[in-house]
């Protein structure tokens, strides 16, 4: 874990943040979305997000709202959220609306977490490549905050749930500096995140799969731009 003084600093730098939306009015809620979308099973993994909501108000001083969000892209509600959360097993497609809206939700800030359910992946790229076709999905260096903020993954993404032998990969799209992106390929950490005992994943899979989420939301809502 990094060190008490790190955590401290970023924790700090997240409730100003957080104060100041509250004060302005316009800052999006310390809260979660499943992304609700046509040609898959968006509803995958129906206990992954209230079980990283908990750990996440367990484990840091943030105050997470309890309860999921779930939007489409066309909702005007997306914009109260700083973290959007995807996952399934099969095809996902965007219109052009939506297309938009994305590139416009990541744009402004918000931060797109996609989890592959096993199945998932070429629809996938496909479709963030028309969202953003000059930023190629690359990589996270294993040097990226994303990996130490709270919790240290030195080796990156842990491979969570066993489907056909890859290895683990986070990928990413960066707008900047600033990672907008983040792609669990081969990990699923979604699957980790569920009730344990729903899948034959031991325990401290379920734990890594929890801490890499807590690091990714404390990513997200700590890396946003200046309004």
């Excluded at 129906?46 to 908990?54: G, Q, T, V």
């Amino acid at each position: 874990m990094r060190t008490v003084r790190a955590y401290a600093a970023s924790l700090a730098a997240l409730v100003a943040l957080a104060t100041l939306g509250a004060a302005r009015n316009d800052g999006p809620r310390l809260a979660i979305a499943r992304l609700q979308y046509e040609g898959g099973d968006w509803y995958a993994n129906p206990s992954s997000l209230p079980n990283l909501i908990e750990a996440i108000n367990e484990r840091t001083s943030l105050r997470v709202d309890k309860t999921e969000g779930r939007v489409t892209l066309l909702d005007d509600r997306i914009w109260d959220f700083a973290f959007l959360h995807v996952t399934g097993h099969g095809d996902i497609r965007f219109s052009d609306a939506e297309v938009d809206r994305l590139r416009q939700y990541l744009l402004r800030g918000g931060f797109l977490h996609v989890s592959d359910n096993y199945g998932l992946d070429a629809n996938f790229r496909r479709e963030i490549a028309r969202v953003f076709p000059d930023r190629p999905l690359v990589d996270v260096p294993l040097t990226h905050p994303i990996y130490h903020l709270v919790y240290d993954f030195p080796n990156g993404v842990p491979k969570i749930h066993e489907h056909d032998g890859k290895p683990a990969r986070g990928l990413g799209v960066f707008i900047g500096d600033r990672l907008a992106v983040y792609y669990d390929f081969s990990s699923d950490l979604g699957n980790g995140w569920e009730d344990t005992g729903t899948y034959n994943d031991p325990p401290e899979l379920h734990e890594a799969a929890l801490r890499m989420g807590v690091n990714l939301f404390v990513y997200a809502v700590t890396s946003r731009p200046a309004a």
